[in-house]
């Protein structure tokens, strides 16, 4: 029953500018920084990696029916400068998932978080300023490679066709722990203006099954979940 309220709240709350079919081609921006493979502040929680996996075994599968994936990855790699460790799997492919879940699998998150530099690159990629697209960022942080994140959603509104970026927060927290609250869970991370900016979606998740619904609304698809359709409803106007 958590699933499907979480999943009423994020398809109550799209924008009219998010797509509502699978036509166009979509890249994943995945978080394997070193901060994936921590626990909660009681080190007593599952890392963040493990849990990411079962959402994507879960729901790749589904969607790799309905449009083409491609994957990106930024993190772990050998570069010089750990800031330029963003890998580019494979472009958007038709049935692509097993490719995606075996990368996923056998990531071993480390290194700093280039996320900007990282969509950036899935844009390119994608020919952004001649088709329309979209991304799926998944981090759990900030960027930490001093990139200029709303300079590069700016950019990409301005010169891309018809690019959306979409952000799923998952795990976010604060840089301060707060002791008269506890762990503060819910916090945003200065990514959203990708999505903010360019049409897209910011979507928090905290659980294996909040992460499986908002990669099931950010890629726009109706795909099936545990308790029937989860459709994308049609904006009024």
Known sequence: MKWVAFAAMVLAVQPAAASQDCTEDAIIVFDGSGSMSEMGFNRLDTPRIFEAREALHRIVPRIERLRRLGLTVYGPGAARDACEN??????PTASAGARILSVIDELAPAGPT???????????ALDYTR??????LVTDGKETCGG???QLAAHLAHEGV???VHVIGFKVRAEHFDWGRGVNVGAETAASCLAETTGGQYVPAETVDDLVAALSLT???PVYGASGPLQRKTPPG
């Open 86 to 91: 963003v890998t580019h799997h494979f472009p």
């Open 114 to 124: 280039p996320l900007t530099r990282a969509v950036a690159e899935a844009a390119e």
């Open 131 to 136: 088709r329309p697209a979209t991304v799926v």
């Open 148 to 150: 200029a994140t709303c």
């Open 162 to 164: 018809d690019l959306t």
């Open 219 to 221: 890629l726009g698809c």
